[in-house]
């Protein structure tokens, strides 16, 4: 960052300088939440930089380090100088107290974590319409001890004296709470405040905004150029369809990969959905012995993956020949793809992002780079909730646009040991119940997963007069914000009942329904 990607269509009214804290894409999101472009740039970007991007403001995030230990990121001290308006939080602050000239030190009383009522001492300017008493969440283990010249208190805690501070001559602003996260009641007056009546921002992202510059941009992108897309029927690609098919028609061909592990009845209500009823171009590939053959004998889930990965790949690869040419390639990339592949979110220290890999993911945003395609990524500024409205003002049904995610191997991976077919019709079979129960229950929105697991272990039963030595399935729902964590829903007893007794009943080969009680962590949403 920052990313210099041509398609890059508008500079930031905001600029978020990221620390390292787990809240710097929330900040963003809260910043466009208010109509107000923003984008997250390193901690490194330097003063001149900006100076030619020419944001109306800059918000320091906050940060896991402390402005005075060895290796902290720092920002280019130029920065204050800019004439740009400037909000640091937490560790963003405590920065610019510091380098200002005001003293940061570990906290001696109580370190603050959790949520305080905040007293406004000034309630103008950033604190306008943020009511004293209001709840802001705290994070912090260091506090400012002594303010820059020209700095003054606007607010304070029990624990924290200066709890947000201003330099208004200079209109440099700083907040020790984190107003992005939902706990802070008013924590969406302050971000208003900072960009409307401080930066000046308009509000202009907005989503019919986003698509015409979207739209323009891709045409003179591609030109009269053929674009190749593979659909997966999430809301990613297909919002990418509908937005490519708005812009270049029939310039645009989608490939659907049917490998064998969707859910039920959806190759047939996709290429119904997108061919006949809206007149895209999908080339509908049956792929499913393939894939498979492929799976035969295969039984560690690492392995399961990759091999479904790489299949992909090889006939995505084949058919893209065999439609072709193609000169581009869409990709529905969102912009947390962009931030994380960036690495701005870096450890201090060492400068590099590390995270242990727990599963290889595949989805059809995930083919390789050095495919001979120009890459088309209209999405890659947008969150996911920018995504889905997009959608839906193109067009999009709620049914697709409120999906519950799908994990791009399918069911091969909610199949524990070898994949059969038998196994996959089963599990299909379970899947629909599961799917038609929590929508009548009208609890589909509520919950981020709900689906069905196959144990490939017989447990005894009894049907009729009848033992029975069948496979149990698992059913596994879950809420989440994001899918990094997650906990168990508590359905109602009356639906597990009737979730039960239907599969049990319906489903050949199930003789036992069993609830997924674990969150993530420890466990993982999907069971492979
Ligand atoms: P886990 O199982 O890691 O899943 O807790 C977190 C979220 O990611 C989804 N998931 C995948 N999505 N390709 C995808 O596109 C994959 O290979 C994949 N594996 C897991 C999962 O459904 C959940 O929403």
């Known amino acids: 960052m920052p990313d210099s990607q041509p398609d ?15 809240y710097s894409e929330l900040i ?78 570990a ?99 907005t989503t019919s905004a986003f698509i015409e510059e979207a739209v323009a941009h891709v ?34 061909t989608c490939m659907f990969i049917d490998q064998g592990f969707m859910r039920k009845g959806e190759p047939e209500f996709l290429t119904d959905f997108f061919d006949r009823k809206f007149h895209i171009n999908v080339e509908y590939i049956n792929a499913r012995q393939r894939f498979i053959s492929k799976l035969k004998g295969i039984i560690d889930p690492e392995e399961k993956r990759k091999i479904i990965g790489t299949e992909f790949i090889r006939v995505f690869e084949e058919e893209s020949i065999r439609l072709g040419p193609f000169d581009f390639l869409a990709q529905g990339t969102l912009y947390p793809d962009v931030i994380e592949s960036a690495g701005t979110n870096v450890d201090p220290k060492t400068g590099e992002r590390v995270a242990v890999k727990i599963k290889s993911h595949h989805n059809v945003g995930g083919l390789p780079k050095d495919l001979q395609f120009k890459l088309v990524e209209p999405l890659r500024r947008l ?22 995610p799908f994990p791009g191997p399918g069911l091969a991976i909610r199949i524990l040991g070898e994949v059969t077919d038998e196994k996959l019709n089963c599990l299909r079979d379970a899947d629909l119940i599961v799917r038609e129960e929590i929508s009548e229950a009208g609890l589909y929105h509520e919950i981020w997963q709900a689906f069905a697991v196959l144990l490939p272990v017989r447990s005894v039963g009894v049907m009729g007069d009848q033992r029975t030595y069948a496979w149990p399935i698992v ?45 993530k962590p420890p466990g993982t949403i999907e069971w492979e």
């Open 8 to 22: 890059a269509q508008r500079q930031p009214a905001i600029v978020i300088l990221d620390f390292g804290s787990q």
């Open 28 to 105: 963003a999101r809260r910043v466009r939440e208010t109509e107000v472009y923003s984008l997250v740039m390193s901690f490194s970007t330097s003063a001149d930089e900006l100076r030619k991007l020419a944001p109306k403001g800059i918000i320091l995030s906050g940060g896991p380090s402390s402005v005075y230990a060895e290796g902290a990121p720092l920002c280019d001290p130029l920065i204050w100088d800019l004439g740009i308006p400037v909000l640091g939080v937490c560790y963003g602050m405590q920065l610019m107290v510091q380098q200002l000239g005001g003293v940061v030190e």
């Open 107 to 205: 906290a001696t009383g109580k370190a603050e974590y959790g949520k305080a009522p905040l007293e406004v001492d000034e309630p103008r300017d950033l604190l306008t319409n943020v009511e004293s008493g209001s709840t802001m969440w705290m994070s912090h283990g260091d506090v400012v001890r002594a303010l820059p010249e020209g700095f003054l208190r606007l607010a304070h805690t029990l624990n924290t004296a200066d709890a947000a501070v201003a330099d208004h001559s200079r209109r440099l602003y700083g907040v020790q709470f984190h107003p992005e996260v939902v706990h802070s009641t008013h924590g969406m007056a302050l971000i208003r405040n900072f960009v409307y009546h401080i930066c000046g921002c308009q509000p202009n992202w």
């Open 219 to 252: 045409r003179a992108q591609v030109g009269q150029k053929r674009v190749l897309l593979a659909l997966s029927g999430g809301v990613d690609s297909s919002t990418l369809a509908f937005l490519l098919h708005k812009a270049i028609g029939d310039q645009l």
């Open 383 to 404: 969150f996911k909730d920018e995504v889905r409205k997009v959608g839906r003002s193109l067009g999009l049904p709620e049914e697709i646009v409120r999906r519950h």
């Open 475 to 519: 059913l596994r729902c879950v809420s989440s914000e994001d899918g990094m964590t997650a906990d168990w829903s508590r359905l109602p007893d009356e639906l597990l009942e009737r979730i039960s007794n239907r599969i049990v009943n319906e489903v050949r080969g199930v003789n036992r329904v069993v609830f997924d009680i674990t969150s």
